[in-house]
């Protein structure tokens, strides 16, 4: 297992800033009235691809030695990583292999392919995922980068957080949401050595808060198929992110469902801006640990906004 | 009728300065790519209270004089003007009474309150609503502020166009959505001072067409009770608004219901914000007349940002 290091991180952030936004960061009177907090909202909605999932891909896809340029890049993420993945191998020219179940919605498989990605279709299950991804592997001699369990990643994501330092001061606490783990190690490893007297607070739905018991039992808990609205957060840690999570999270702190609609639709409504479920476990857990917040100078990664514009949680189709 | 003067444009810029954002203008390569031109999305979505309209408020309150502060202003909007008018009135500390329909969603009436409007109930109809309206003024003495055939507003929207060229530079045409022609009035008063070579086009839902028409005549035409999903432009040109329209713009172009509804959906999904129908019209626009943007810079007036989000036009409630 290689740890990424400070530097690793200071090399990802000149590798990816000619193909990422430098977003900006949003505030709102009403909601810092509402919270008693004064709240900094990172945009990664606003980031290429919709979100910051496409600086660990983008790190990935750069820092690739030439002779691995004609075999491309692979993974079997149905979401936001394969977005970004395709986004960056785009962008080098190189071809990015994506496995995904041939159930997934027909809209994310044109978004992949939107961004160059090339589909095989798999059957829905981990077995046929994995068989049908090794196969592809061995064809193409592609190189895997994973979500979010890979050094070269980890490093990517942590430019948010540095960006975010650099764009407000002072802060006291910084919180994200948790799925895999990415985006907090990427902020565990850019703080700890930039600001280490910032607070990581990691936010993850009551529902799938498989991070959080992993964190007080002290090794690593994975739950298999939670139901929740915040969709990339279903998935578990893995050895490097609980590396970072165990040695520099402050605490995970959980939202239930409808807290974290509730937050969603508040931010949409205030801050007009759109933004997942995922992206508004934070506010959630703001709105409902007052004696933690109040006071205190946040920052809050809003990590996407690629959302179902045709089913929105509050109109009721999702539980 | 008094014309308001470009001096009169640079004062409310000073006026209103402490009390409305300067909102950021955003671009979005798909959309770009796909339109074949360079737009520049100048969002007033962001503005406060979500909308434009608190410009023109907001000049009109702080430009008040001393004698008329206990009186207060008043309006009989039910819309986005009410929201700005009454915003403004609390900023200044002074009472703002709104005439609205009993029948008027009750988050509109919360809305109002919520920014300290004093909200006084009429039937649906106009004549119950001028019938309350004169009472309320006649008690009060509050100074009507009309919500766009009126100099103070006309100058206070003008101040959006004067930052976006600031913003941007070299624009070829600039193209904002018109109703009651609010925002296209000061449009117009600025640019045809700061930057005559700059054309001005008005965009309009098909549905409510009849400034479109007006312009085609020469005289004002004015529809009864036009359907549209693009709610913020149903209202018809007056004298004060028609004379700007008539004098400074280009020409004034449609689109239909479904071109209004697909324009929202795609900025929403590529650009990541909340705006409302109206503000789609522009772009909806764009995209049916290639061989007028086409290779232009263009600067596009996202308006405003106050949307149901319980009832999108894409769920098929609104037709």
Redo the contacts between chains.
């Keep these: 297992m290689y740890i990424p290091s400070f530097e690793d991180m200071l090399a990802a952030r000149e590798r990816v800033k000619p193909y990422v936004h430098r977003t900006?960061v949003l505030t709102s009177e009403f909601i810092n009235e509402l919270t008693g907090a004064d709240l900094f909202f990172k945009c990664e909605?606003?980031q290429k691809a919709?979100v910051f999932k496409v600086r660990g891909a983008c790190n990935a896809v750069f820092g690739l030695s030439d002779d691995m340029l004609e075999k491309g890049v692979a993974t079997h993420s149905s979401g936001n990583h394969a977005l970004s993945l395709s986004y960056a191998a785009g962008r080098r020219g190189i071809p990015c292999y994506v496995v995904m179940p041939r159930t997934a919605p027909q809209a994310k498989k044109d978004a992949v392919r939107g961004y160059g990605g090339i589909i095989t279709e798999c059957e829905p299950s981990t077995s046929s995922r994995e068989a049908v991804f090794a196969k592809v592997q061995a064809e193409t001699g592609a190189e895997f980068v994973h979500p979010y369990n890979d050094p070269r990643v980890i490093a990517g994501q942590g430019t948010c957080s540095a960006e975010l330092i650099e764009q407000v001061e002072n802060l006291d606490i910084v919180i994200a949401p948790i799925g895999g783990g990415g985006m907090i190690s990427g902020t565990c490893l850019t703080l700890s050595n930039l600001a280490p007297e910032i607070k990581i607070i990691a936010a993850e739905p009551e529902q799938a808060d498989d991070a959080a018991r992993s964190f007080k039992a002290g090794y690593i808990i994975a739950d298999d198929a939670p139901v929740t609205v915040a969709d990339g957060l279903k998935v578990p840690l893995k050895d490097l992110t609980w590396h970072f999570v165990s040695k520099h999270v402050t605490d995970i702190l959980t939202a239930s469902e409808s807290e974290i609609i509730d937050a969603m639709?508040l931010i949409?409504?205030r801050m007009?801006?759109?933004?997942e479920p995922s992206s508004a476990v934070p506010l959630a857990i703001i709105l409902k640990n007052r004696d933690i917040f109040a006071g205190k100078r946040v920052g809050i990664i809003i990590t996407g906004?690629n959302v179902d514009?045709?089913s929105?949680p509050?109109?009721g189709d999702i539980k």
Excluded: A, H, Y
Aim: net charge positive; glycine share 12%.
């Design positions: 900006p909605n606003f919709g639709k949409w409504k007009k801006i759109v933004m906004g514009l045709d929105l509050w109109n």
